[in-house]
């Protein structure tokens, strides 16, 4: 029986990368799209084909789809892993900045999920994959558009589930908490910060950093998708993630917003 084919962005680092490996040696045949693979299509180590692409152009993503379907046809599933965060101030961000973040995150899944969803439902089914974060559920303070963008991606996951369950298609959101080994490549911070919010965002990077250096192993975070990824039916949301930031994410919905803001905020030091 032929392998079958997953179509991963945001292949090259991170949980992207964590994700396509888990994936690859769960069996799957593994077409992996990120900027960083240059040049042309090569197999890694691990069996995953390397694709150039860069989610933020229609062009790249046209010339992506069509590459991977001619090697491995129409893919399974689509995992959308593809994410930038810059660090700064919530009002303070230029119009470039939040367009970029959300261009990668909210508008390269749109892409993606726009040059494959089709070929799928003509094959009779697939599933559909975003990364989303515990921060599509609630806030990190200096994170702005990170957070805007993975709220928009949960909301539109969830409309895309609903309009296609009838045509075989199955949607799922990844929602990690603070894992180790984020690519600081893809972690900027934005260049108007003034002096009102310098301190208060060191202090904030600060408790940022030592989470992420205590986090979760990416690579647990892979083979818990990898797994899913395997059943017939995908759950709405696979949270991966603490003990406390799951109870986090029940706290925001249960406490008053003025209390649990207050709590986040003592907690991150603003």
Not at 74 to 92: K, M, R, Y
Not at 132 to 138: D, E, H, K, R
Not at 201 to 224: F, H, T
Request: net charge positive; aromatic share 6%.
């Amino acid at each position: 029986m032929a392998n079958r084919v997953v179509w991963v962005t945001g292949a090259s680092s991170g949980l992207g990368k964590a994700t396509a490996e888990a994936l690859s040696k769960a069996g799957w045949q593994v077409i992996g799209g990120a900027r960083s693979f240059q040049g042309e299509q090569n197999a890694n180590e691990n069996g995953m084909i390397c694709l150039p692409l860069d989610v933020t152009s229609q062009e790249s993503v046209d010339v992506f789809v069509e590459e991977a379907i001619s090697q491995s046809g129409v893919p399974e599933a689509l995992v959308c892993a593809a994410g930038v965060l810059t660090l700064g101030p919530a009002a303070q961000y230029t119009d470039e900045e939040m367009l970029a973040v959300l261009d990668v995150s909210l508008m390269g899944a749109l892409r993606m999920v726009r040059g494959t969803l089709p070929l799928m439902i003509q094959n009779g089914g697939g599933k559909v994959v975003g990364f989303s974060s515990i921060n599509g559920l609630l806030p990190t303070p200096y994170q702005g558009a990170y957070v805007a963008a993975k709220h928009a991606l949960e909301g539109y996951c969830e409309c895309l589930r609903m309009e296609n369950r009838d045509k075989g298609i199955e949607v799922m959101l990844v929602e990690p908490g603070d894992h180790q080994g984020g690519s600081d490549k893809y972690r900027t911070r934005a260049k108007n910060t003034s002096a009102a919010y310098r301190d208060s965002l060191q202090r904030v990077c600060a408790v940022i950093a030592r989470d992420e250096g205590q986090g979760s192993n990416p690579v647990r975070l892979g083979q818990k998708v990898a797994r899913t990824l395997g059943k017939k039916r995908l759950p709405m949301r696979l949270r991966v993630a603490s003990f406390s930031q799951r109870a986090a994410v029940i706290l925001h919905d249960i406490l008053p917003n003025r209390l649990f803001l207050y709590l986040l905020s003592k907690y991150y030091k603003v």
